[in-house]
C-alpha cells in the first residue's frame, strides 16, 4: 500500500487538469455551438417568414415543410432554408423583390389567403417554375449572400465577422485570409479584426499607415474596390504584394462605407485564386455593405460613428460630436475651424469651412469673406494658394501633422487688413483638415525679439515684487542657472519662470555673499541702483555674473518692486584675461626683439669695415654698402669685407649672405667672416677657403646656410682670382662702361652639403676695369634669387654702365634695388672694386 501512494498521488493531481481541459474544451465547443445556432436561427425564420408570406400558412406549418423539404432531399436544414430565402434575396444589381415576382406566384398567394388549401409538399414546385429565369448558380449565389448576411448581423465582433467570411461554406473558394480595418482620425488604418493571419503578422499591421503603397489605403482613400493579382504591374505599384497578409493569386482590398463616412477597409485574399467571372466577384463584393452595416453597429456610440454624419437628423436629434464638438472648439484661445476638401475632376482645387470658432469668424469677417461661405483660398488668396493648400492636402494623404510658423500674409493679396504673421497648425480628422492658427500680435513679435536678443547678449532679466517670495524671471535666466550659463544654442522656453531665493543665494560665491546682500539692502532700504559683478556658485559654478537692479517706488517713495538683468560675462572676461596676457606678452617679446635688434645692429657694425680700412688696400679702390630697412627686430645677415693679406700688396674681398634674419643670423656671418679672415691668413685660395667654411658651417650647431663669394686680387699682376658659393658671379665693367658676367663655377650654398668641393676662376683685369659683387636679398628665399639671375634684372645689371656714372657708388646701389626689385623688408648688399 504505501508503494502504491505515490502513484496515486500523481494521478490524483493530473485528473483535475485533465478534467479542467476537457471541460474547457466542452464549453468552447458548446459556445461555437450556441454562436452557430444563433446564426443558422436568423436564417432559418426568415425562410419561415417567407413560406407564412407566400403561402398563407401558420409559422409551425412553415417550419413542419422546411423539415420535410430537409429530409426528402437529405440536405441540411439551413441549407434548405438559406435556398429558400435565396430566391427571394435579390442579385446585388437587379430591382426590389417585389417587383420580380411573377403571376404565378400572385394567384398562388391569393389563392393561399382566400383559404383554397393546396398539398405543402407541392409548394415549393411553383417556385421552381416561376424562377425559372434565374439560373442554378445565379440561385446559389444569392442563397449563399443570404447565408452570410444573416451570419455576418449576427456577429458580435470583429474578429467574428472575419470568421464568418473565412469559415462558411460558399459557392466560391473560401479566403485564406481577412483583414478588417477602421479608419483612426489621421488617416492611418486600426487592425480591428482578422481571419487565417498569424499573431505576429497581425501585430505588425495593427496600425497600417496612410501609404498610397498599400491597397487599403488606396482603396480606403479613393473609395474604390480593387481586384488584384500578383503581376508585375501591380507589384510595381504595391511593394507589398505576396508578402503576408497580402499574398495569393486574388485580393480584394475595398473600404467600409455607412452613408457618407468611410468606417475602415476590408482586405481578402485567395491563394488558389478566384474564377475570373463577373457574376461571381459582384456577390463577393456584394458582401461587403453587410459587414459595413455591422461595423458601424459595432462602433456604436464612438465619436466616428457620428462625426460628421447624424443619423437621425430627420427627428431633430444631434449625434454626440455635433452636441460637444463646437463647445470644444469655441473653448480654444485661437481660431480654429474645420475643413472639408474641395475637388473638381478629381482635383483637390480647395477647403470648405465646415465649422469655425468666434475667433475664426472674426478673422473672416475682417476679411470680408462671409463665415458661413467661407473656404480657405477666399480667406488667404495668396498665402492659401502658394502654402496652406498644399500642406494640407499633404495632411490629408499622409495623415502627419503639420506646424507652420512665421507665415506672412500680405494685405496687398491676401485681403487682411494689416500685415500678420501666423503660425498654424493642422492635423487630419478622418478625411477632413482640422486647423488651428495664431496671428502675431506687435507685443509678440516684440516679445520674441526680446527673447531673441536676451540669448544673444546671454542676459536674463527678472522682477522682483516684493510682496512675493521669488522673483519671477525670463526663460532666458531661467535656462542660465538651469543649464550653468551655457547657451549652446539653444531656444529658450516661451514664458516666464520663477528660482527660488534659496537657489539665487546658493548661485554666489561665499566670498561674494556679504558684498551682494549689502547691495540689494541698499537697493530695497535706500532706494540705490545696483551694479556689481559676482562670481557664481552651485549650478553657476565657474560663471562670472553682471547684475545690475533698480528699484521701482510707489506714490510714496517706497521700494515695491526691483527690476533687473542678470548677464553671464564669463566669455567677456575670459576673453579680456587673454587679451591681457597677449598684451603682456608681446610687450616683452617687443623689448626683446628691440634688444636683439640694437645688438644685431652692433654686431654688424663691427663686422664692416670703415672707410679709412677700405683706404689702405693697395692698388685698388673699394665701395661698400648693407641696406638694412627699419624693420621692427630684423637685421639680415649680409655682410662684405675687405683686408690686406700676404707680402704682395694683395686684398681679400668678401661678400656675404646667411638666411634668416636676427641676431642668430648676425652672429653666424661674425663666424663667417672671421674664419674666412684665418684661412685667407694662411696663404689658403678662395676655393679652398669656401671648402674649408663650407666643412666649419656643416659641423656648427646652426641651421642656417650662407651664400658667400671670396675673391683675392693681386695689384702686381692684376689678377682677381674668386670662388662662389651660391652667390651670383660678379660682373665687370670696363672703363668705357660695357659689362660682362664673368665666368665660373658657381657652387651650393655654404653648410647645404658636407664635403663639398670648391674651385676659383682667375681673370686679368684692365686698368679702369670695375667689379661689381652684390646680393639682392638672404638665401631663405633662393627661388627670387634664381629668377633675377636668370631673369632681365641680370641683363639690366650688367647695361648698368650704359645708363649711370659706375664712379657713383650711391647711384649703382640705386639702380641694383631698382632693377632687381628688391623688396622693401629685404637687405641689398653691394662691393664696387675699382683697378686705377
Known amino acids: 500500500m504505501a508503494d502504491k501512494a505515490p502513484a496515486e498521488s500523481g494521478s490524483s493531481s493530473a485528473e483535475p487538469a485533465e478534467a479542467l481541459a476537457a471541460l474547457v474544451a466542452k464549453l468552447r465547443a458548446e459556445l461555437t455551438g450556441v454562436r452557430t445556432a444563433m446564426r443558422n436561427r436568423a436564417v432559418i425564420e426568415q425562410a419561415k417568414g417567407v413560406l407564412v408570406e407566400r403561402l398563407g400558412v401558420t409559422p409551425d406549418q412553415g417550419f413542419d415543410q422546411l423539415v420535410r423539404l430537409s429530409q426528402r ?25 417585389v417587383n420580380i415576382i411573377d403571376d404565378e406566384l400572385r394567384q398562388h398567394v391569393d389563392r393561399s389567403r382566400a383559404k383554397k388549401p393546396e398539398k405543402p409538399d407541392s409548394l415549393v414546385l411553383p417556385q421552381a417554375r416561376k424562377r425559372a429565369s434565374r439560373t442554378p448558380e445565379v440561385e446559389a449565389l444569392q442563397s449563399q449572400h443570404q447565408l452570410l448576411s444573416a451570419r455576418i448581423a449576427a456577429a458580435r465582433s470583429y474578429d467574428e465577422i472575419c470568421d464568418v467570411l473565412g469559415t462558411a461554406p460558399t459557392a466560391w473558394p473560401a479566403p485564406t485570409a481577412v483583414l478588417l480595418t477602421l479608419l483612426d482620425p489621421d488617416g492611418a488604418q486600426r487592425g480591428a479584426g482578422t481571419f487565417g493571419i498569424p499573431g505576429e503578422v497581425r501585430t505588425q499591421w495593427s496600425r497600417i499607415p496612410p501609404d498610397r503603397g498599400l491597397p487599403l489605403v488606396v482603396a480606403a482613400q479613393d473609395l474604390e474596390t480593387l ?115 474641395v475637388h473638381e475632376d478629381g482635383q483637390l482645387v480647395d477647403f470648405r469651412v465646415e465649422y469655425a470658432n468666434g475667433l475664426a469668424r472674426q478673422i473672416f469677417s475682417g476679411a470680408r469673406v462671409d463665415p458661413d461661405e467661407a473656404t480657405l483660398l477666399a480667406a488667404y488668396p495668396a498665402l492659401g494658394s502658394a502654402t496652406l493648400l498644399p500642406e494640407f492636402a499633404r495632411v490629408l494623404q499622409d495623415g502627419q501633422p503639420r506646424r507652420l510658423d512665421g507665415l506672412r500674409a500680405d494685405p496687398r493679396t491676401d485681403g487682411v487688413p494689416g500685415p500678420q504673421t501666423l503660425s498654424v497648425h493642422a492635423v487630419r480628422l478622418w478625411d477632413r483638415v482640422f486647423a488651428v492658427w495664431r496671428v502675431a500680435t506687435e507685443a509678440d513679435l516684440l516679445y520674441d525679439q526680446l527673447l531673441q536678443a536676451e540669448r544673444i547678449a546671454g542676459i536674463g532679466s527678472f522682477c522682483w515684487e516684493l510682496r512675493d517670495p521669488e522673483p519671477r524671471c525670463s526663460p532666458e535666466l531661467v535656462a542660465l542657472f538651469h543649464r550653468g550659463g551655457q547657451s549652446g544654442g539653444r531656444e529658450p522656453a516661451r514664458g516666464a519662470g520663477r528660482i527660488p531665493v534659496a537657489e539665487l543665494t546658493a548661485s554666489v560665491h561665499p566670498d561674494d555673499l556679504l558684498a551682494v546682500q549689502d547691495a540689494v539692502r541698499r537697493t530695497i532700504v ?110 639680415d645677415g649680409d655682410w662684405f669685407d675687405a683686408t690686406p693679406v700676404g707680402n704682395d700688396g694683395g686684398s681679400i674681398l668678401v661678400l656675404g ?50 651664400c658667400l663669394i671670396v675673391a683675392r686680387y693681386t695689384p702686381t699682376t692684376r689678377t682677381l682670382q674668386w670662388a662662389a658659393a651660391g652667390q651670383v658671379a660678379p660682373i665687370r665693367y670696363a672703363a668705357d662702361g660695357r659689362g660682362e658676367v664673368l665666368s665660373g663655377p658657381l657652387g651650393l650654398p655654404l653648410g647645404e652639403v658636407d664635403q663639398m668641393r670648391y674651385t676659383d676662376t682667375a681673370v686679368t683685369l684692365a686698368p679702369g676695369d670695375r667689379v661689381l659683387f652684390y646680393t639682392g636679398g638672404n638665401a631663405s628665399i633662393p627661388r627670387s634669387r634664381a629668377d633675377r639671375r636668370r631673369g632681365g634684372g641680370l641683363e639690366l645689371v650688367r647695361r648698368a654702365g650704359e645708363t649711370i656714372d659706375m664712379a657713383d657708388f650711391d647711384a649703382v646701389v640705386n639702380h641694383l634695388m631698382t632693377v632687381l626689385n628688391v623688396p622693401e623688408d629685404e637687405d641689398v648688399c653691394a662691393m664696387l672694386v675699382h683697378v686705377p
Open 227 to 341: 481586384w488584384l493579382a500578383p503581376e508585375p504591374e501591380a507589384r510595381r505599384r504595391f511593394p507589398v504584394l505576396g508578402q503576408p497578409p497580402f499574398g495569393g493569386e486574388t485580393l480584394l482590398a475595398s473600404p467600409l462605407i455607412s452613408g457618407e463616412r468611410v468606417l475602415g477597409g476590408i482586405l481578402m485574399t485567395w491563394t488558389e485564386g478566384l474564377p475570373d467571372t463577373d457574376e461571381l466577384r459582384r456577390y463577393v463584393a456584394a458582401l461587403l455593405e453587410p459587414v459595413a452595416r455591422q461595423v458601424d453597429t459595432l462602433i456604436r456610440d464612438e465619436i466616428a460613428s457620428a462625426w460628421f454624419h447624424v443619423e437621425g437628423e430627420e427627428s431633430g436629434q444631434a449625434a454626440p460630436a455635433q452636441v460637444w464638438l463646437p463647445t470644444v472648439v469655441d473653448a480654444l484661445h485661437d481660431p480654429a475651424a474645420l475643413l472639408s476638401a
Open 526 to 635: 535706500e532706494g540705490k541702483q545696483l551694479l556689481a559683478e559676482i562670481r557664481g556658485a552651485g549650478r553657476v559654478n565657474g560663471r562670472r555674473l553682471r547684475l545690475t537692479a533698480e528699484p521701482i517706488h510707489d506714490d510714496t517713495g517706497n521700494v515695491t518692486a526691483v527690476r533687473g538683468t542678470v548677464q553671464d560675462v564669463t566669455e567677456e572676461r575670459a576673453i579680456e584675461a587673454r587679451l591681457r596676457r597677449a598684451e603682456e606678452a608681446l610687450a616683452a617679446q617687443r623689448h626683446r626683439l628691440a634688444d636683439e635688434r640694437r645688438a644685431a645692429e652692433a654686431l654688424q657694425k663691427a663686422l664692416l669695415p670703415t672707410d679709412p680700412e677700405l683706404g689702405h688696400l693697395e692698388g685698388v679702390e673699394i665701395c661698400g654698402r648693407c641696406r638694412s630697412p627699419e624693420r621692427v627686430g630684423t637685421i
Open 657 to 706: 649672405d646667411v638666411d634668416e634674419r636676427g641676431l642668430s643670423s648676425m652672429t653666424t656671418a661674425a663666424r663667417l667672416r672671421y674664419a674666412v679672415r684665418a684661412y685667407a691668413m694662411l696663404d689658403m685660395a678662395p676655393g679652398d677657403i669656401l671648402t674649408a667654411v663650407n666643412t666649419m658651417l656643416c659641423q656648427m650647431e646652426t641651421e642656417h646656410t650662407a
Open 73 to 97: 432531399t437529405n440536405i441540411k436544414l439551413i441549407e434548405v432554408a438559406a435556398a429558400i430565402v435565396g430566391t427571394t434575396s435579390p442579385d446585388p444589381n437587379a430591382p426590389d423583390v
